[in-house]
């Protein structure tokens, strides 16, 4: 279970990590009391990540601008979760900014420590220049260092990383965590270092050894679940018409920020994790207790994410965007031809969103494959001769294409002509050149 900023910082700052002075903000008015110095920093408390870009993270000069910013933080939903708690903290100007991490690596039966001097909200840049260093024997300040020599830092911030470093450890051991992360690490113009942001992860079987770890996770509210089959996922409840269903935070914000930029409205969008999330890959359906289509091979998960999207009244499409090296081509199709079945047998009276499909994978499989494949899945022949299926599907090969026939459908005018349903976009002629998934 993770913990919220706020009390991992409390552990930090109990380990002698450095943390900025903060209060926690329970309502607004409680600003008018606030004991730290403006300018400060207002964060939405979730266990929920993409909050700055989501805007659960704002700043504020004065008490006004606060009390407005934390109005703003307790109404917004993070993926489906509203705080209960802002913290409120010190400003502080980084000059730089790393990403360290303490995690037990299952596979290698080790703690790996990790390091990176790209720290901050760009994960993608941060996992690509990370560093690794396994402690395989005793743990000793040789493993902190030798990290930070591979992180490429230089002179005195060897020494104050390295003492972070160690200390992080001794946290992980003490507490017999999964996780202990500081992202980021923030470095001042002299080289002082802070813990800006961190991330806790206990272990839930090691708990009973622990009673103040008990006392932190019984302050957290259960999480919400979306429905049976869908306790990994993560969702964003939009008002738009337009749901997403995609694998990544990251795959799933620049989705969404297309959408928007091409004037599109964004409704209720699934997360399904990222590819390194194994139980996503070979997850089994909970027998007797979901009601979604299964195949044999298929992703449980996708099944689930599409019948739970399709009984929105409110969406009028849903974007299919899967992008993965790991993801398994056929087993997506499989699921998505299981889901157009199931949807052909319902009664006539129920319309289905239309299917936008944009999928990117190891296996070569073109477009027009993929779209001759889905259409004829559907069971009515003469829906399908007619072009005037339930499900309208549209496979698309790249996504700007997608977003493109997503927005299209959601017009009055086009989306009343189900006769142009079921043909697959213009880049159908490039699929035949460049083959994609």
């Known amino acids: 279970m993770d913990l919220l900023e706020y009390q991992a910082k409390e552990l930090f700052q109990a380990m002698g990590i450095p943390v900025l002075p903060s209060q926690q903000i329970s309502q607004p008015q409680d600003l008018k009391g606030l004991r730290i110095p403006y300018p400060v920093v207002l964060k939405s408390q979730v266990r929920r990540g993409g909050r700055g870009k989501a805007g659960g993270v704002r700043f504020a000069e004065n008490t006004i601008d606060a009390i407005a910013a934390a109005h703003a933080i307790f109404n917004l939903p993070i993926m489906g979760d509203y705080p209960d708690i802002i913290l409120a903290e010190a400003k502080y100007d980084a000059d730089r900014e790393f990403y360290l991490a303490v995690v ?32 395989d024997q005793d743990f000793s300040p040789f493993y902190a260092r030798r990290l930070a020599i591979k992180m490429g830092l230089k002179g005195k911030l060897i020494a104050s990383v390295s003492a972070v470093i160690e200390k992080m450890y001794r946290l992980f051991l003490q507490q017999d965590l999964d996780l202990v992360e500081i992202n980021p690490l923030g470095v001042s113009v002299d080289g002082e270092v802070m813990a800006l942001d961190g991330k806790v992860t206990v272990n839930d079987t090691a708990l009973n050894r622990h009673p103040h770890l008990q006392a932190l996770t019984a302050r957290l509210a259960h999480p919400r679940s979306l429905a049976p089959g869908l306790e990994q996922a993560t969702f964003w409840d939009l008002d738009g018409s337009i749901g997403v269903i995609s694998n990544g935070l990251g795959l799933t914000l620049t989705t969404l920020d297309l959408l928007y930029q091409a004037k599109g409205k964004p409704g209720r969008c699934l997360n399904l994790v990222g590819e390194a999330q194994q139980d996503w890959v070979s997850a089994s359906p909970p027998a007797g207790k979901v009601d979604y289509p299964t195949v044999a091979g298929g992703y449980p998960q996708l099944g689930a994410a599409l019948t739970y999207l399709s009984q929105d009244p409110r969406l009028q499409v849903i974007l299919i965007h899967l992008v993965s090296g790991l993801l398994d081509g056929g087993a997506i199709v499989d699921t998505i031809t299981a889901y157009l079945k199931r949807q052909e047998r319902l009664p006539k009276s129920r319309s289905a969103p239309a299917l936008v499909i944009r999928l990117l994978g190891p296996e070569p499989v073109s477009t027009q494959a993929l ?59 490039a699929s035949r050149k460049k083959p994609a998934l």
């Open 371 to 429: 779209f001759t494949t889905l259409t004829a899945a559907i069971p009515n022949d003469s829906q399908q001769a007619s072009g005037e299926s339930k499900v309208p599907v549209f496979c698309c090969e790249t996504l700007t294409a997608a977003i493109a026939q997503a927005v299209l459908l959601t017009k009055p005018e086009k989306a009343d002509k189900p006769e142009k349903a079921n043909k697959p976009e213009k880049a159908t002629k």
């Open 104 to 135: 037990l690596d299952t596979s290698l039966r080790r703690p790996v420590l990790l390091g990176s001097q790209e720290g901050g909200m760009n994960t993608e840049a941060t996992f690509s220049h990370v560093q690794r260093v396994i402690v």
